[in-house]
């Protein structure tokens, strides 16, 4: 999957889990804009349009990590955090310095896309 945040492409690899395949499913082929915002300097989150099906298990997270939070909200961190959580999966490709210029302060829009490869 891409994620689209301030003209960057990055790789989502996603997790082998429902949650992660039902995020799919909601991006369709359309591909789904998210408005998110910046909580706590260490991540990014925006709610999602539907509740998807959560596996929340105590986990910390790591700079590039994509998260399911509530149900209802996709989180990308560029710090860490620890608490019970459904990964979704993580950016690829990119160092943890890069990560957070592509996010940069403040709110952002991300757009998620199929990349063709996803079930």
């Known amino acids: ?3 689209t945040v301030n003209g960057h492409d990055l790789e989502l ?3 082998d889990n429902r949650s992660a395949q039902a995020l799919v499913d909601l991006v369709g082929t359309e591909g789904l804009t998210l408005t998110m915002e910046d909580y706590g300097g260490f991540e990014k ?4 349009p539907q509740r998807l099906h959560a596996d929340d298990e105590q986990i910390t997270t790591g700079p590039g990590d994509v998260i399911l939070y509530q149900g209802d909200k996709l989180a990308i961190y560029d710090g860490t955090n620890s608490w019970s959580f459904t990964r979704l ?5 990119v160092g943890e310095q890069e990560l957070r210029q592509v996010l940069g302060p403040g709110d952002i829009s991300a757009t998620l896309r199929r990349s063709g490869t996803e079930g």
Not at 89 to 93: E, F, V
């Open 45 to 48: 989150v925006g709610l999602l």
């Open 1 to 3: 999957m891409i994620v």
């Open 89 to 93: 999966g993580r950016i690829t490709g």
């Open 13 to 15: 690899e996603l997790a």
